[in-house]
């Protein structure tokens, strides 16, 4: 206990040690750039103001609001606080009120200290939000990844992973609520949507890429769409494919070297003109047919590849119908390759499109969301 200051007017002033505690509702939706306020509040519930009359030291240079309102504004000695590694204090005024009761025949005076706090973001903005804006950026990047590589589904569930660790973390600094959600707690379902879209387009991205004709044809709408309009919007530049002609010449032309080179000369051939569709025929000298069969080695460019066929050698239209179907195969494995082609172009075009529009929206609702609170540092 102090010792009572007692003066010769009758004034006694005794200043005991006190502390007091103060519990208040934390408002959690800006959190961590959130802002509390506290008041705590001074008065006698069984003595009015004539036995028991409060009084704020600083209130005869303080302004009257209204009749029976004092408002001080720096309401707290603040000259011995200790800085909290937390938490800034902004503002500390204090408010005189008289309460009439009973009809105004007794008047309780009371003072309200109000504490205006706001947390520190350096902590938060390093182990929370930098890392979570990184997460985020990262999901983009899963389109500008290549589908040969194999990893894009790999690199969307990792970073899915790595965002199950940050949000753990809100968990044990929040108080639990249900009164409203948090910034960050938004932030985080924000990016969950985002990364759980991103999985799903590029699932459908990879199921584009993997196409072939003998799965999917390619619709004549798709092909105009995403193989001329949109490259030109994209600045894409659009593979090039050969063109039936010159698919048909090169067929013949790979097919009359390849027996040409061969180690011993069996047949001549001369080719002549024909509107058969399926490419070039072949008319065949009988009287230079060898008696025996032989084996013809064929290089194929495309697919690097060398296949060896048996060809039947005494009977002339058995020889033509062999190389009308090696005709007609290097045709169907060059048109596959080109289908081929055309849906990894598809895909390509497709994943650019996804790339441009989350970027956006990853952009759009980071700024969105950061823009919120009233303050960020």
Known sequence: MTRAEVNNNGIVRWEPPAIYKSYCTIDVEFFPFDQQLCSMKFGSWTYDGLQVNLVHIFQ?????????????????????????????ILSVPARRRIIPKYDNDVLYPEITFKISIRRKTL??????????????FLTVLTFFLPSESGEKISLCISILLSLTVFI????????????????IGKYLIFIIIILTLSI????????????????????????????????????????????????????EQLILDSIRNSNDDFVKMKKFKSKNPIGAIFKLDEKNLPRNSKKITIPFIYSKNKYTFMLPTNNKKEVLAFIASVHEFIRK?????????EWKQIAL?????????????????????????????
Not at 62 to 79: H, Q, V, Y
Not at 125 to 133: A, F, G, K, Q, R
Not at 352 to 369: H, K, N, P, W
Request: glycine share 2%; aromatic share 10%; with cysteine.
């Open 60 to 88: 005869e240079n303080a302004k009257r609001s209204k009749k029976n309102d004092t408002e001080i504004p720096a309401g707290i000695d603040l000259s011995d606080f200790h800085q909290n590694h937390e938490w800034d």
């Open 123 to 136: 902590f938060y903005m390093c182990n929370l939000i930098i890392p979570c804006v990184c997460l985020t």
């Open 168 to 183: 753990l973390l809100p968990n044990e600094l929040i108080p639990p609520t249900s009164l409203v959600v948090p910034l």
């Open 200 to 251: 799903s387009c590029t699932i459908f991205v990879l199921n584009v890429h993997f196409r072939s004709s003998n799965t999917h044809a390619i619709p004549k709408w798709a092909r105009t769409l995403f193989l001329k309009v949109l490259p030109r919007f994209l600045l894409m530049k659009r593979t090039k494919f050969l063109s039936e002609l010159a698919t048909n010449i090169l067929i």
């Open 333 to 341: 494995k060059i048109q596959d390759r080109n289908i081929k082609q």
């Open 349 to 377: 075009v497709i994943d650019r499109i996804f790339f441009l529009t989350f970027s956006i929206a990853c952009l759009a609702g980071t700024i969105a969301l950061l823009l919120q609170p009233p303050t960020i540092f």
